[in-house]
């Protein structure tokens, strides 16, 4: 075991994987010579050469279709995208080419790409270094959508992304880059895609979050606890395929569900749990379902700490649905 | 800036010895073959669609020396990637008409079993790969499998067709910078057919050729009269050499014209005039091709009956067989969205065939 930051332990995974399958290939801006500017590939250069690790021009359609095409053939590339906010020249060869070489062509090809993408906000970036837009790709059917929110799981989710036979959207909560640290083993070992995880356990509200969220999702149990408030915080981990079981047994248990992202609210992927919840697990619920996310603004930038979810913001919530 | 055109039949047949490949007669009667075939299939393909056997179609004719001639150019295992309109490529490629057919029903011999409309085909089997309906975004596609065979030390050439439109799209460019920049094996195969749609070339660029994109990308394009077998054979053949040989990827510009509409769905005359039509009619690429072979002593009237008879006999076949097979499952709707199908999809699925309905009216 040693302490890595989330970035660290996605530079780790990345040379595991490299060195276990030559097929790994990165590529994207600044990956090389300059490590990638939150430095994700740093060192990797100058242990795998250039023809695995890749500069690339300054486009994320060359980057993303080029990227598809080295899926065609048989490599399994992982490119990366510097800021999700920069990727959108590149989602119609997400749209339109990886989503769907698979069921367009009933199965005769896939493309087994893996595109990495620090995301969210709290590093002062004004709209263009801070959104959250994963529900775009959760909304396009043949993507997988994995956010994870620790480096013991960012290590074994991108490993299992990268084994993972369809096209994956990493999405890494750039704020916790360095802020988090934790144990990472070594040794291989990788995170199932799909699974959720209770990360504390509790009997009166079930309070979901991904990201840099979960964070704040403990942070604000934490408070509840002081007040005999028992929260149940999970996970999510991924987007698409949701683990919809772990889901709706926390609902089941607890009957209150608050739903945490730092994305706008309207349209979120919150949005989409909710629904689930109301379909499948409406009898048990208590109270009304509690959405607590970013607001329905383009990200501003003065007041970044107040637009960004927080315990306190939590806490209001939390009190909100116990006294329904 | 030279706008000089590669040409090997004169309109009238005559042909320059200098610049004729050496071609033997049994791949000129083939590349014959294969031009008449796929005219047949076009002509008939087209009367289907109107009769309500097939739901749309997207024709090629008038463009049949540009397909013919540059796919003939490459070799088996070379990656194709054809647009909606190059039944050409897969003609020459050996692709059974009856598979072809199915995919133009949609039945449950279709390849793409249904998921996706007649004209925006794949088959693995001969290197040509599933294409999508958006301009361009083929292109970095093509350039990848490019990169990734030189990186694998594979001595494979992939090339990628597309119209006089796609040069004006987002990912025309960035698939040409990437193919420059790590200087891959791709040919650019631009068929100039006058129209994208409604928009004449003039209004899609105000460069002089589209072939002369490929000087700021750091490489050589092309211009290669496009009702011209040969030219079009030659040119492509020589760039596929040189691509092969690592020196990189060619822009090919084949000047043609769109004689159809631009697909069923479409009416040419809100945007054209038919004697511009009649001009082009005039230049057809099968007449010049036949013109050169009788002047070879290659053509007669018999091989003519022949080869059309056997093109009219294989379309037949293909069609006849093709309707016999019945429409696919609603079970294969959900199939191949992932490589297992997730917990949604199958509750989704489920649901629908609980559902019970008449499934006799697609």
């Known amino acids: ?324 | 800036m030279s706008v000089e055109m590669l040409q090997v039949i004169r309109a009238e047949g005559t042909y320059d010895t200098t610049l004729e490949p050496s071609l033997p007669e049994s791949d000129l009667k083939k590349l014959y073959e294969a031009m008449i075939l796929l005219r047949t299939l076009d002509v008939r393909a087209l009367s289907l669609q109107r009769q309500g056997r097939i739901g749309f179609y997207i024709q090629c004719i008038g463009q049949e020396a540009s397909q013919i001639g540059s796919a003939y150019a490459f070799e088996p295992n070379d990656w194709l990637f054809p647009s909606y309109r190059d039944a050409g490529v897969a003609i020459v490629r050996g692709l059974a008409l009856k598979t072809l057919f199915c995919h133009l029903m949609g039945n449950s011999q279709d390849v793409m079993k249904g998921h996706q409309m007649p004209n925006h085909w794949g088959y693995r089997s001969i290197n040509l790969v599933s294409l999508a309906a958006p301009i361009g975004v083929h292109i970095p596609v093509a350039v990848g499998v490019a990169l990734a065979a030189k990186m694998r030390g594979d001595r494979i050439v992939t090339g990628v067709y597309f119209g006089d439109g796609a040069t004006s799209s987002n990912d025309f460019h960035a698939g040409m910078n990437f193919a420059g920049v790590f200087h891959t094996p791709t040919i650019f195969f631009c068929q100039n057919n006058q129209y994208a749609i409604s928009l004449p070339v003039s209004k899609q660029t105000k460069a002089q050729t589209l072939a002369s994109k490929a000087r700021a990308y750091g490489f050589e394009g092309v211009r290669v009269d496009g009702n011209d077998v040969l030219a079009v054979y030659k040119a492509v053949k020589e760039a596929v050499v040189k691509a092969r040989n690592g020196g990189g990827p060619t822009v090919i510009e084949a000047i043609t014209y769109r004689i159809g509409a631009h697909s069923t769905a479409d009416d040419p005359k809100r945007y054209r005039v038919e004697r511009e039509v009649e001009e082009w009619r005039k230049r057809d690429p099968i007449d010049r091709f036949r013109l050169y072979l009788q002047r070879k002593g290659i053509w007669s009237e018999d091989l003519e009956a022949k080869v059309r008879q056997q093109a009219d006999g294989i379309v037949s076949d293909a069609i006849r067989e093709a309707e016999k097979i019945p429409p696919p499952t609603l079970e294969t709707m959900f199939e191949d969205v992932y490589s297992e199908m997730s917990w949604n999809l199958k509750e989704q699925l489920k649901e629908l065939l609980s559902e019970q309905r008449d499934v006799t009216k697609r």
Not at chain 1, 153 to 159: A, I, R, V
Not at chain 1, 186 to 212: M, N, Q, R
């Open chain 1, 1 to 324: 075991m040693t302490t890595l930051t989330v970035v660290q332990a996605v530079n780790q995974a990345l040379r595991e994987e490299m060195k276990r399958d030559d097929r790994v290939v990165l590529l994207g801006e600044d990956i090389g010579r300059n490590g990638g500017v939150f430095r994700a590939t740093e060192g990797l250069l100058d242990e795998f050469g250039p023809s695995r690790v890749m500069d690339t021009p300054l486009a994320e359609s060359g980057i993303i279709g080029t990227a598809i095409g080295m899926a065609l053939y048989g490599l399994v590339p992982v490119p990366e995208i510097q800021f999700l906010d920069f990727i959108y020249p590149g989602f119609d060869q997400i749209v339109t080419n990886l989503s769907k070489f698979r069921y367009r062509s009933g199965g005769q090809y896939s493309a087994h790409v893996v595109i990495r993408a620090p995301y969210g906000g709290g590093i002062k970036g004004g709209h263009y270094h801070s959104q959250s837009t994963e529900a775009y790709f959760a909304h396009t059917a043949g993507l997988k959508v994995v956010i994870p929110s620790t480096p013991y799981d960012t290590k074994g989710l991108l490993k299992a992304a990268i084994r993972d036979p369809d096209p994956v959207i990493f999405l890494e909560p750039k704020k916790i880059y360095r802020a988090v640290k934790g144990e990472v083993p070594e040794d291989d070992y990788v995170v199932p895609i799909g699974k959720s995880k209770i990360v504390k356990e509790g009997s009166d509200v079930s309070l979901f979050a991904y990201g840099t969220m979960l964070h704040v999702a403990l942070e604000a149990a934490e408070e509840a606890a002081k007040r005999d408030i028992d929260v149940e915080v999970i996970d999510i981990r991924t987007l698409v395929p949701l683990d919809i079981d772990s889901v709706i047994s926390s609902v089941q248990k607890t009957g209150r569900v608050l739903i945490l992202h730092e994305a706008p609210k309207t349209g979120g992927f919150g949005a989409e749990i909710s629904a689930l919840i109301s379909e499948k697990a409406l009898e048990y619920l208590k109270a009304p379902i509690i959405r607590v996310a970013g607001f329905d603004t383009p990200f501003p930038y003065t007041w970044e700490s107040i637009y960004l979810p927080d315990a306190f913001r939590v806490m209001k919530a939390i009190e909100k649905i116990m006294q329904y």
